[in-house]
């Protein structure tokens, strides 16, 4: 059954032809006018970006919701050193070690990032129970809300469905943090079954394939109903959930300062709802320089697969790699995605955790040759970046560069892999939401330098 939601033109071909040109009109005028000469950022020290020189990010703020760790400090000195992550002071690498024979992680995680500690094994049990209590969405709102207007980015109909759901709140604009805390624990719940029941409902309308709606079911963690409910036959392996359900943790909670939380605290300072502040910092997450970079990295590996004979000849990987940053070969950006980080120099913690897992599914999945190629690209890429950027510091590979390879290991298709970001994240989100609301009373609101040129009005008549 076919949804076509794109507007069918009502204009003839004179029209149109008159509307196009018109068109052509207002871009050359966008283009002429609206172009800021570079020179005025170095002349007033504009952080653009909300960067120093150095690329380092300017402080706005306090938080004790994770920490980003990339340097020791040695005698006043900075010293470059293998990358942490702390959550509520909780080392990331420690929270994973930590799980031990219990299989899954992401609920304590959650609890962990929003009430900051660790809950003990009756208050896990309690706050599993409300959270699968809040898992639920009414056959109306799946009727009504995600079955409608579907469409191929999932991003876009979470936030479409994420905004809808103010209606279905008694109490949508009360920013009291009670009222806050269970609105966002209401969106953490429901989140993945937004995601997964969205790709469905574009499967169907838009590939015309089967309409699979599967309920998720108490007692499995977060990872394992998104599997349920994501794959026909609702069947996965127990190392499948473990490893998404690791992917889920990495991507919880990474500092204020990465964009979409940034978002999350600006929305927040203006107090507006919940809903409005989650749809913001989703709007963000979707954009390729944040969520998307994991589909870039995909994209890429494709492009090298398609023009890299043997996997193995590191001197052929390596050549191909001089091509991409030379922009003679995949988008001609001279970017290595996956390849870099704002804040990590010798190595990115999620990263070298995720990695590990990745190994032993592809282990499982008979796809050691592939992880063997990752690895190889990752070893010669830092220092092909290096070489041809003429740095000095150490370029490591980031936790993009080996979840999309998870996730496509995984069966989670493509369409998906920002979605399940944002699945991970809004936990992050929430904490951040919190923290702004209850420690700051001021509106964010930075300068900007106005360089442009007063002039007289002039009566339309009298223009030229």
Known sequence: MADNNKNESLMNVEDMEK????????????????????????????????????????????????????????????????????YQGINVNDLVKGLNGRRFGFEETIYLLMFGKLPNRKELEMFRDVMFDMQKLTNRFVRDVVMKASNENIMNAMQRCILTLYTYDDDPDNIHPENVLRQCLSLIAKLPLI??????????????????????EKGLSMAENILLMLRPDGQYTDLEAKVLD????????????NNSTFTTHVVTSSG?????????????????????????????????????????????????????????????????????????????????ILKKFAKKLAEEKGMTEEFAFYETVEKL????????????????????????????????????????????????????????????????????????????????????
């Open 19 to 86: 509307f196009n040109a018109c068109m052509k009109t207002l871009e050359e005028e966008l283009m002429k006018n609206q172009r800021i000469d570079p020179n005025l950022y170095l002349e007033y020290d504009v952080k653009r970006g909300l960067r120093d020189s150095a690329g380092k990010g300017v402080l706005t703020g306090l938080t004790e919701v994770s920490d980003v760790c990339a340097f020791d400090l040695v005698e006043g000195r900075k010293i470059p050193a293998e990358g942490s992550l702390y």
């Open 272 to 352: 507006t709802d919940t809903y409005s502040s989650v749809a913001a910092s989703i709007g963000s997450l979707k954009g390729p320089r944040h969520g998307g970079a994991n589909l870039k990295v995909q994209n890429m590996f494709a492009d090298l697969k398609s023009h890299i004979s043997d996997w193995t000849n590191e001197e052929e990987v390596g050549a191909y790699l001089d091509k991409i940053l030379d922009k003679q070969a995949f988008d001609r950006s001279g970017l290595i995605y996956g390849m870099g980080h704002a804040v990590y120099t010798l190595s990115d913690p999620r990263e070298v």
């Open 381 to 464: 890429a830092g220092q092909k970046i290096m070489e041809h950027r003429r740095l000095f510091k150490n370029v490591c590979a980031n936790v993009d560069f080996y979840s999309g390879l998870v996730y496509t290991m995984l069966g989670i298709p493509q369409e998906l892999f920002t979605p399940i970001f944002a699945i991970a994240r809004m936990p992050g989100w929430s904490a951040h939401r919190l923290e702004e609301l209850m420690n700051t009373s001021k509106i964010i609101r930075p300068a900007y330098k106005y360089v442009g040129h007063h002039t007289e009005f002039i009566p339309v008549k009298d223009r030229p």
């Open 246 to 257: 690791i992917a889920l943790i990495l991507h919880a909670e990474h500092g204020g300062g």
């Open 195 to 216: 995601a997964v029941y969205s790709y469905h409902a574009y499967r169907h309308f838009r590939k015309d394939e089967t309409l699979l709606i599967r309920n998720p």
